[in-house]
């Protein structure tokens, strides 16, 4: 998240994937697992304040609507996403089985 707070999302993935992927390999999580963890966290972080690139494509595109507005309403979403990672953190297995059931 805090990456995400700094710079664009893309940015912190060519950054971070590549110093934090072999880690979690290396403790025995799974790759789709972690996927999923840091898809949430970017996408939380390309909502927050400052860089927070969503709100300034919302803002952009509804000329009416002042950017700080954007900013709290984008803000409601935050408690959302903080859950969500803490259900994929507390059970990894479950979350890729899930998701591998679906995909079927």
């Known amino acids: 998240m805090i990456g995400g707070c700094v710079m664009d999302a893309l940015a912190f993935l060519l ?3 590549p110093i934090f ?3 979690v390999q290396q403790m025995g999580y799974d790759p789709i697992w972690y996927g ?4 949430i966290t970017t996408t ?5 304040p400052p860089i927070g690139i969503c709100c300034y494509v919302v803002a952009g595109m509804a000329k009416d609507i002042p950017i700080g ?3 709290r309403g984008g803000l409601y979403y935050v408690p959302t996403y903080i859950i969500a ?3 994929l953190m507390l059970s990894p297995y479950w979350t890729v089985l899930v998701l591998s059931n679906l995909v079927k």
């Open 85 to 87: 990672n803490i259900i």
């Open 15 to 17: 950054i971070s994937l």
């Open 21 to 23: 992927y072999p880690i």
């Open 44 to 48: 939380m972080g390309a909502i927050m």
């Open 36 to 39: 999923q963890v840091i898809t």
């Open 69 to 71: 507005t954007v900013f």
